[in-house]
């Protein structure tokens, strides 16, 4: 596709609820990330696919958050028994290569409601 | 470790006067740095990226940045200011692990 997009754009949903929020990179880009926003913050990393595999999930605060790339082209991040402090606006990005430095591209992000 | 600092939380102009926007890194390595912007309610833009080519990087919509080792800065700048480009503004530094590390925005409002 011409960029990379996230879906939902929005979603509310009530503690203790699973969330699955989908991201669809730039065609051809190996590398995609997963990012977190909190309001007024810089986003913050949450973790890394080279390919289909995982290589860094350093940043994915607990084991309620996971991810997967399963065909190395679409990811899905998942947050299972959402509390309110996961409420953000969660970020994909994708780059063409895994070379240090390569400029990531940013998709809209989805905006996480935690009510 | 790999971090950067935006010294200004929010930035004021007036319409047609220069723009600077201040950022120190912290990196162990030869850095790449980036800016993005962010518009209300659209994603990150890049700016400009610096790799160690030239120290002085020129941008998207008249933005550049000069990268200066003996003061760890990655200040941007633009020498007059425009209506649109309000947003909030992202230093970056990218590791030798993939993930970017972002600094925590500048709020940049022009003013008519």
């Known amino acids: 596709g011409a960029g990379v997009s996230q879906s939902p754009r929005y979603k509310v949903t009530k503690r203790g609820q699973d969330v699955a929020l989908r991201c669809d990179p730039i065609s051809g880009h190996v590398s995609l990330y997963w990012y977190r926003q909190a309001l007024g913050q810089g986003p913050e990393f949450l973790t890394y696919f080279n390919y289909e595999a995982q290589q860094d999930k350093s940043g994915l605060p607990n084991d309620r958050f996971s991810a997967e790339r399963p065909e190395g082209s679409i990811s899905t991040l998942t947050i299972q028994r959402t509390e309110q402090r996961d409420s953000a606006m969660y970020r994909c990005?994708?780059?063409?290569?895994?070379?240090?430095?390569?400029?990531?591209?940013f998709g809209p992000g989805t905006r996480l409601l935690v009510l | 470790a790999q971090s950067v600092t935006q010294l200004d939380s929010h930035v004021s102009v007036s319409e047609g006067t220069p723009v600077l926007l201040r950022c120190n890194y912290s990196?162990?390595?030869?850095?790449?740095l980036f800016w993005y912007v962010q518009h209300p309610n659209k994603g990150l833009q890049l700016l400009l990226k610096?790799?160690?080519?030239?120290?002085l990087v020129k941008g998207i919509n008249g933005f550049e940045a000069e990268f200066k080792k003996s003061e760890t800065s990655f200040h941007l700048t633009k020498p007059s200011a425009h209506m649109s480009d309000a947003a909030e503004y992202f230093c970056v530094v990218s590791p030798p692990s993939p993930g970017m590390r972002f600094g925590a925005g500048t709020r940049l409002t022009v003013k008519p």
């Open positions: 990196s162990s390595y030869s850095p790449s």
């Open positions: 610096y790799t160690s080519a030239a120290t």
């Open positions: 990005a994708s780059s063409y290569g895994q070379v240090m430095g390569e400029t990531q591209y």
